[in-house]
């Protein structure tokens, strides 16, 4: 069964939460999958159970769970990019511009900050 989003700006409402926004910047400066309580660590976020809520929303559009953790998304990615671009973080860009050929679409240097699907693609067939 496929989870499909009803309204696309669902997407962006994750993105509405400081303390998701400190997850993402916590995978962003990692070099490997984060387990749970390391990234909780990192993020800053004392409480499991208002960490564990925040990171499965994150888990919906913007992160994946590996094996060995959790880890940016190819559009969660793209967020820290755009913000990091937006905030004239020059010393963390290189860390998240893209380089070369798009993930999603295959281009070289697409030039796109978002591929908009509406359902995460890992959660289709």
């Known amino acids: 069964m496929t989870d499909s989003v009803d309204d696309p700006a669902d997407a962006f409402d994750v993105l509405g939460d400081e303390t998701r926004l400190a997850i993402l910047r916590a995978l962003a400066d990692a070099d490997d999958p984060l387990p749970f309580s390391r990234l909780r660590e990192r993020a800053g976020i004392r409480d499991s159970g208002r960490f564990s809520y925040h990171l499965r929303r994150l888990c919906e559009y913007f992160v994946r769970e590996t094996d060995e953790g959790y880890e940016l998304g190819h559009a969660g990615s793209r967020v820290v990019a755009a ?20 993930p999603v679409c295959g281009d070289e240097d697409c030039g796109k900050l978002f591929h908009v699907h509406l359902s995460p693609p890992w959660r289709e067939g």
């Open 83 to 102: 913000t990091t671009v937006a905030s004239g973080d020059t010393e963390s860009q290189s860390a998240t511009a893209d380089t070369g050929e798009c």
